[in-house]
């Protein structure tokens, strides 16, 4: 089954908004959450990342809020720029042994000027 | 920076064929792997290596074989390529430090099986 799911599938905003990517998954043993962006042509580039003790990890523009009891989190994007057009993919691991990723599906971001 | 290339960018192959996706890390990372990305599927693993010698199944395993000769090549194989492995295959190498692995991906390869 989809281990890690996010919504919505595409998004469209406008220049300057602020852009909302949900993310939840279903195994509670996760407790490392990376966010990775992906281009058009070429591979994911890892954004920004959160660990599960925390509830909130900023990096600039980009903001990953956390709700371990409900086993979601979501990436905000402030004043989004044409440049962020792209897709993102929230990822789940745990932290024992080896690392295995689990991505969702992705969601699809158009920042119209 | 980082590097992780991948060849070739573009493949087309014929079913029943044999394909061999090549992949080079100089990031001196002991973590490789081999993903490939589908409309409505994300990224899924196929295979993955903790250093030369190594290989381990991923979640579709099916249909593939892994080599990792050495620390910086890991290689994908068809041995009989099918319609249905019709994808775009990433290679990447992580950076296993403390467990909050960061991977590192190529551009990918797009694979035609015809």
């Known amino acids: 089954q989809q281990q890690v799911r996010q919504s919505p599938q595409s998004l469209t905003v406008w220049e300057g908004e602020t852009a909302i990517l949900n993310c939840s998954y279903e195994?509670?043993?996760?407790?490392?959450f990376p966010w990775y962006q992906q281009f058009p042509g070429e591979g994911p580039a890892l954004l920004i990342s959160?660990?599960?003790?925390?509830n909130k990890k900023e990096d600039g523009r980009f903001t990953i809020f956390f709700n371990k009891r409900e086993k979601k989190l979501s990436l905000h994007i402030a004043d989004s720029q044409p440049g962020d057009s792209a897709t993102y993919f929230c990822a789940a691991s745990t932290n024992t042994g080896y690392q295995n990723f689990y991505f969702g599906k992705g969601t699809s971001l158009t920042v119209i000027p | 920076e980082a590097a992780v290339t991948q060849s070739p960018r573009n493949k087309v192959a014929v079913t029943g064929g044999k394909v061999t996706l090549s992949c080079n890390q100089t990031n001196n990372h002991n973590n490789m792997y081999w993903y490939r990305q589908d409309t409505g599927h994300g990224l899924r693993l196929i295979h993955y290596?903790?250093?030369?010698?190594?290989?381990e199944k991923g979640d579709i395993p099916d249909g593939y074989k892994a080599s990792r000769p050495s620390q910086e090549n890991f290689s994908l194989i068809l041995e009989l390529a099918t319609p249905s492995q019709t994808s775009v295959y990433f290679c990447?190498?992580?950076?296993?430090?403390?467990?909050?692995?960061?991977?590192?991906f190529g551009h990918g390869t797009k694979l035609s099986v015809l």
């Open positions: 290596s903790y250093g030369a010698g190594s290989t």
């Open positions: 990447a190498s992580g950076d296993a430090g403390g467990g909050n692995e960061r991977l590192f």
């Open positions: 195994n509670s043993a996760f407790d490392y």
């Open positions: 959160i660990l599960s003790v925390s």
